[in-house]
């Protein structure tokens, strides 16, 4: 008990208040924004499991502090240097993917619109594509055909496009519908959108590795999530097993959605330039709904 006393008074007696100023406020403001969104990072990634095993280490520290185990100490310390280099490497593509979703626009837009205004506003794709796309995709829904297509934001799909065929031509239900057709050469892997054209079939996706993401959702739903996890494009996803339709964007994924849905979210991303476009409430929480980032 007495190791025990000693401990507090010379790490936690000694701590005061200091005196606050303005900028002392905003500066915990902005660390307490920094951790907020650290937390919610690595919940959703392999690096909570980690956190887990880091805590349970710094309890193993403390103990060996307070009771004096100089040779456990030792090996903390000569450990930390080599520790921190593994987990760099171990989890490499984590840090990569949050330093990607740093730079999207939709991690920034909320903060400050006007930074992220930097492309002009003109219309992605035409109301006749919205139609023919919502058409194709229930046609393929009602045939339990899979299908995955995505549709390109302000961030460039070429990467993603060189892994596949491409196709150059304007979109129509007919064409996609034939892509997507059981044993047909373009079926397997994703279609590619760019404004009103499908320029490449089969591409490969990053899966995502999001550990909220239902078991039951294969292949091609982890796709389409995790191209929603490093781009800000917007997928559709048709289930082969049960023929339900699914969307991803900004890393959530909204299941079991219906034409008008899907219509809706369309002339939200098409980002009309003339006439009045009515307002819709989306992305409401659902019980039949999930979300890959919470």
């Known amino acids: 008990m007495e190791a025990i006393k000693i401990f507090f008074e010379d ?35 392999r690096a909570w499991a980690l956190m887990r095993g880091l805590a349970i280490l710094l309890i193993f520290w403390i103990i060996a502090s307070i009771f004096h185990f100089n ?17 760099v490497i171990l989890f490499q593509p984590e840090f990569r993917k949050a330093l990607e979703q740093l730079g999207q626009r939709s991690f920034l837009s909320p903060y400050l619109p006007n930074f992220t ?8 794709f035409s109301d006749h594509t919205i139609e023919e796309l919502v058409r194709a995709t229930f046609e393929l829904a009602k045939t339990k055909t899979g299908a995955l297509m995505v549709i390109e934001g302000e961030v460039s799909l070429d ?5 596949g ?14 892509i997507f057709e059981h044993n047909t050469p373009l079926h397997d892997g ?15 996706l990053p899966l995502s590795d999001s ?38 964007k900004n890393g959530q994924l909204i299941r079991s959605v219906d034409s008008d849905y899907l ?22 929480g659902k019980s039949k709904n999930e979300t890959g980032a919470n």
């Open 11 to 45: 790490y936690l007696v000694r701590l005061s208040l200091p005196k606050l100023k303005i900028t002392d406020i905003i500066e915990i403001l902005i660390i307490a924004c920094f951790i907020y969104n650290l937390i919610k990072w690595v919940k959703k990634t």
């Open 71 to 87: 040779a456990i100490i030792w090996i903390f310390v000569n450990a930390i240097n080599v520790g921190i280099i593994a987990i």
């Open 117 to 124: 205004d930097a492309k002009d506003d003109t219309e992605r």
């Open 159 to 163: 990467d993603y496009e060189r892994t």
């Open 165 to 178: 065929i491409e196709v150059d031509a304007i979109i129509s239900s007919q064409l996609l519908i034939n």
């Open 190 to 204: 994703a279609v590619i959108i760019r404004g009103d054209r499908v320029t490449a079939a089969t591409c490969y």
């Open 211 to 248: 550990m909220s993401i239902s078991k039951e959702l294969g292949t091609r739903h982890r796709a389409g999530l995790g191209i929603s996890e490093v781009t800000d494009s917007f997928t559709v996803i048709v289930s082969e097993e049960t023929g339900k339709v699914s969307i991803a």
């Open 263 to 284: 219509r809706a979210k369309l002339v939200e991303i098409q980002r009309k330039t003339s006439g009045e476009v009515k307002k819709i409430k989306l992305w409401k």
